[in-house]
C-alpha cells in the first residue's frame, strides 16, 4: 500500500460511515467536518503571494478551485517591510513548518515581490 492509499483510507471509511448516520445529527456532522478537512489538507494548493509596500495589512482571498490543474488556489496580499512570520500568522492556514521555510527565505516582507508558493 503506497502513501497516498494510506492517505485515502480515513476519509473513505468516514464516506462509508456518514452513510450509515441519520442525516443532521451530531455525529454525521462531526463525521462530514472530517471528512471534508481530509480532503483539503490532502489536496494540493498553490498561492501567488504578492509583496508591495503599498499594501496596509495582510489578506488573502478565499481558496478556489483550479479544475483544470486540480488543486486550490489563492493569492495572498502581504505590506512590505513588516515581519514575514507575523503577516503569515495573521492570515492563518499556515503549518509551522510552512511558516519556518518562508521565514528562513524571507524573514521581512521584501518591497515589492511576487512569491509562487506551492503546497
Known amino acids: 500500500m ?3 492509499e494510506r492517505a485515502a483510507m480515513p476519509a473513505t471509511a468516514a464516506a462509508a460511515g ?19 478537512a481530509h480532503r483539503r489538507a490532502s489536496e ?9 509596500d503599498s499594501i496596509d495589512k ?3 482571498r ?10 486550490l488556489t ?4 502581504l505590506p512590505g517591510g513588516q515581519l514575514m512570520e507575523e503577516c503569515l500568522r ?5 503549518s509551522e ?12 516582507v521584501p518591497a515589492f515581490e511576487i512569491i509562487m508558493l506551492d503546497r
Open 18 to 36: 456518514l452513510a450509515n448516520l441519520p442525516i443532521g445529527s451530531l455525529k454525521s456532522r462531526a463525521a462530514a467536518r472530517l471528512l471534508l
Open 62 to 71: 478565499e481558496w478556489e478551485r483550479c479544475e483544470s490543474e486540480g488543486m
Open 2 to 4: 503506497n502513501g497516498a
Open 44 to 52: 494540493r494548493r498553490f498561492e501567488v503571494i504578492l509583496c508591495d
Open 74 to 77: 489563492r493569492t495572498v496580499f
Open 90 to 94: 495573521q492570515i492563518g492556514d499556515y
Open 97 to 108: 513548518e510552512e511558516i519556518r521555510e518562508i521565514v528562513n527565505q524571507d524573514p521581512i
Open 58 to 60: 495582510p489578506a488573502a
